[in-house]
């Protein structure tokens, strides 16, 4: 399954949230700011749209546990705004290449998740609590110590080419006991001896 991802494009500190109900202040995008969003406009034609995002007050949700007050962050058409928001400086609205992922392969959440990008065989998986990926050549830690006891440590959102350098970036969220962490990883943005690099992430608390 493709998810949305909002990209910002005034030029501040990059970041990434997700569309919902979330407790306290962990909403990171301000009402009425103007956004990049990564929608599906068919199995494999995704765009960056241009779209003004709104964040409001809201109590007794069921997402939130308690009486606690939140924020609900929404888009002018949430049914076509899936996942995650980010603020990305140098991304542009447009077309992006996207790459088949197998959505059964990914649901089962078992190692490793393998497609193909520019004739090339990628492969992700948990290696002891590291998550890998590699291009058959180069490996690359994409995350560290994942916690043991959560079953499903990672979901891959979307891969294909968002900076339009011709290689793999990615989206992700690595899942803790209690918390989520998504993450966006541009090749563009790569150092020497490394295939991608996380250039937005945020992490989301859940329970106690």
Same mark, same amino acid.
């Given at each position: ?10 030029? /501040? ?5 997700? &569309? @919902?109900?979330? *407790? %306290?202040?962990?909403?990171? #995008? ?51 705004? /899936? ?5 990305? &400086? @140098?991304?542009? *609205? %447009?077309?992006?290449?996207? #790459? ?51 079953? /499903? ?6 891969? @294909? ?48």
């Amino acid at each position: 399954m493709i998810f949305a991802l909002l990209l910002a494009i005034n030029f /501040v500190a990059p970041t990434l949230s997700q &569309p @919902g109900v979330w *407790p %306290g202040d962990e909403v990171a #995008v301000r009402n009425g700011e103007k956004v990049l969003v990564l929608v599906e406009k068919s199995r494999l034609q995704c765009e960056l749209e241009e779209q003004h995002v709104r964040v409001s007050t809201v109590k007794d949700s069921p997402d939130l546990p308690g009486n606690v007050v939140g924020k609900k962050v929404s888009f002018e058409n949430d049914s076509e705004v /899936v996942q995650v928001i980010a603020r990305v &400086p @140098g991304l542009i *609205p %447009g077309p992006v290449e996207t #790459v088949e992922v197998q959505a059964e392969e990914n649901a089962k959440h078992e190692n490793p998740i393998t497609f193909t990008f520019h004739g090339v065989e990628w492969r992700i998986e948990v290696l002891g609590n590291d998550l890998v990926i590699t291009d058959g050549t180069q490996k690359q830690v994409l995350a560290r110590r994942l916690d043991k006891e959560t079953t /499903v440590a990672w979901d891959l959102y979307w891969a @294909g080419d968002m900076d339009h350098d011709g290689k793999l970036d990615l989206l992700y969220v690595i899942h803790g006991e209690n918390y989520t962490r998504d993450q966006l990883a541009l090749s563009s943005a790569a150092k020497e001896g490394e295939l991608v690099r996380v250039v937005a992430g945020e992490k989301h608390f859940f329970g106690c």
